[in-house]
């Protein structure tokens, strides 16, 4: 199972090196860099929740952000996202955009979750003197 988290690092390290050529990638890295310092922690036994949490709520926000654009582009009939940006399909962008915050959430509060419960039992440890 510890093999998991260093293969989420890795995924989100590749997706912050793709964001290189995005328009605005010093948010893009940040996030999945921050995202893929979650996995790390977590895979070194370092409990930092507050590292997984600042992920998810920052993921959170530009979810509620993209939800208007999100929402035109299912009513539209969710046209394709795979193709390269054009000035005449802005919602290629913004949808990636959108999923890669959802990505970012959830990831970020399955490590919120798990690190609090890792503190926890510690704590209970700690204290019974497992």
């Known amino acids: 199972m510890n093999s998991f988290h260093i293969v989420i690092s890795i995924i989100f390290i590749l997706f912050a090196v793709f964001q290189i050529n995005d328009p605005d990638p ?3 890295i940040a996030l999945y860099g921050v995202t893929a310092v ?3 922690l977590f895979f070194f036994k370092i409990t930092i929740p507050l590292v997984p949490l600042l ?3 920052v993921s959170i926000g530009g979810l509620l952000y993209l939800s208007p654009d999100f929402l035109r582009w299912i009513r539209e009939g969710s046209p394709s996202i795979t193709g390269s940006m054009k000035a005449g399909s802005p919602h290629i962008e913004l949808v990636r955009e ?3 915050n959802a990505l970012t959430a959830i990831t970020g509060m399955g490590y919120w979750v798990a690190m609090r419960r890792r ?3 510690k704590l209970k440890e700690e204290i019974h003197g497992f």
């Open 55 to 57: 992920v998810a709520l």
């Open 98 to 100: 959108f999923f890669g």
């Open 119 to 121: 503190k926890k039992h």
């Open 26 to 28: 010093i948010f893009w």
């Open 38 to 40: 979650s996995a790390i």
